[in-house]
């Protein structure tokens, strides 16, 4: 039997459905999602049909019919109005009748999934230009990796490269996942941690709450009289122009700033300190002021080795993780050319370091870096080797380079500082 799919759409309903109509109409089901939907729809609609079908009865004395089909849907439905549901139920049989109600159910639910599928667009690269609706918030996707959702009116949606912000939108990154966004009207950039929560509060994206987890930001310096606002459990942060890191659980929220400043308040006694560069400050800390981080001056502190990471992924390259003096680096043999160079030390975490780095056409690169990992640049700092980190890409041309390392105790380049490092590599095609 080859039907077209009305046909058997309309024997479903009226229940005269047959059973080799009835595999039909599955595998058409299963084939194509939008035949679901046309289901979903007809049966919606059904109540409405069957009042349609009262009047045409009281009128098919007085009117012709128009169309063969108008004629043969007009029988059937007779024939189904006639018939008793005992008859029918004893005619085809309860094994039947449940497949009827169970394709019924799986239709509606294909054509409610294909909707909900439909409701968000894929990557779009022209969404990026346009106006944004009033109340949302454009935001250009600037990493995504892995399974980032947010919520929205208890409904959760999966995070796209065009998505647009609400107020009241809750973002929730998963673990071994990477999200970094930068806001459409100005340079600045978030990078929400793995197993993170973070709301929006505010039109323009000025006011966020991070309910758990972590969040990096490098924040443009604003107008006067604007604040971009961070809340946390135990905490209050106002942000001028700054990069910094926030962590926050249930106990205890930290503030690490590598440049610029910030106003911390703490809730539970409403003491404020401002943070400047260089200092971390913990709602746990007692007598609420900013500390400089450091190791004693007579620990022994040297430069280990250099790793070449790929800031696509976040990782070291297979092959560059130890940089040795004079190494050739192959472009063509790399999986990205969007690259960073890492310094490790031991111990692994220092006062800080100067970096000092140059290369072909003019190329120069000076740092103070106070927080680990330490690296040509990156927006957000770790507790450990094996926390995520935001590493920022460089292209590196073909050329010779020189990365010149010296550490310190304290932060700031204070405290006691060692020799000077250097080492030497070539970038080839």
């Not at 205890?252 to 700033?257: G, M, N």
Request: aromatic letters at 6%; glycine letters at 6%; proline letters at 4%.
């Amino acid at each position: 039997m080859n039907e077209t799919s009305d046909d058997l759409i309309e024997a479903f309903i009226e229940g005269l459905i047959t059973d080799e109509q009835l595999e039909e109409l599955s595998a058409l089901l299963l084939k194509d999602p939008a035949y679901g939907e046309k289901l979903a729809r007809a049966s919606k609609n059904d109540l409405f049909l069957k009042q349609i079908l009262a009047v045409e009865s009281t009128k098919r004395s007085e009117t012709p019919v128009k169309s063969h089909r108008h004629s043969k849907v007009l029988k059937r439905r007779r024939i189904a109005a006639d018939q008793k549901p005992a008859e029918k139920v004893k005619e085809w049989g309860w094994p039947l009748i449940l497949s009827l109600a169970s394709c019924l159910i799986c239709a509606i639910a294909i054509g409610f999934i294909t909707q909900i599928n439909q409701s968000e667009p894929e990557p779009n690269t022209q969404a990026l230009t346009q106006s944004p609706v009033s109340g949302e918030l454009r935001v250009e996707v600037l990493a995504l990796k892995g399974d980032v959702s947010f919520t929205r009116n208890n409904i959760v949606k999966r995070m796209t490269k065009t998505t647009r912000l609400k107020v009241g939108d809750e973002i929730l990154s998963r673990p071994k996942s990477i999200f970094k966004f930068k806001l459409a009207n100005e340079k600045t950039i978030f990078h929400l941690d793995p197993s993170s929560n973070l709301v929006l509060k505010g039109k323009k994206g000025k006011t966020w709450h991070l309910k758990w987890g972590a969040v990096g930001a490098s924040v443009v310096p604003q107008a006067e009289g604007e604040r971009v606002k961070f809340s946390t459990r135990n905490a209050n942060f106002e942000v001028i122009g700054t990069i910094f890191r926030i962590e926050s659980d249930k106990n205890e929220s930290k503030l690490e700033v590598s440049e610029g400043k910030v106003r911390m308040q703490r809730l539970k006694d409403k003491r404020s300190a401002l943070v400047k560069a260089g200092m971390t400050l913990s709602t746990s800390n007692k007598g609420f002021k900013p500390l400089r981080i450091g190791i004693d001056d007579k620990t022994e502190m040297t430069v280990s080795r250099l790793s070449l990471i790929n800031t696509d992924t976040q990782k070291p390259i297979p092959g560059y993780e130890d940089l040795k003096a004079g190494q050739v680096i192959k472009l063509s043999e790399l999986p990205s050319n969007n690259l960073n160079i890492r310094i490790h030390t031991l111990p692994e975490k220092v006062g800080s370091l100067i970096l000092n780095m140059t290369g072909p056409r003019g190329f120069r690169l000076k740092k103070l870096e106070n927080f680990f990992p330490y690296s040509m640049k990156n927006l957000s700092t770790a507790l450990s080797d094996t926390d995520p980190v935001n590493y920022m890409p460089y292209q590196f041309e073909e050329g010779d380079y020189v990365v010149q390392t010296t550490l310190f105790s304290q932060m700031d380049q204070m405290g006691r500082q060692t020799k000077t490092s250097e080492l030497k590599f070539k970038v080839v095609k």
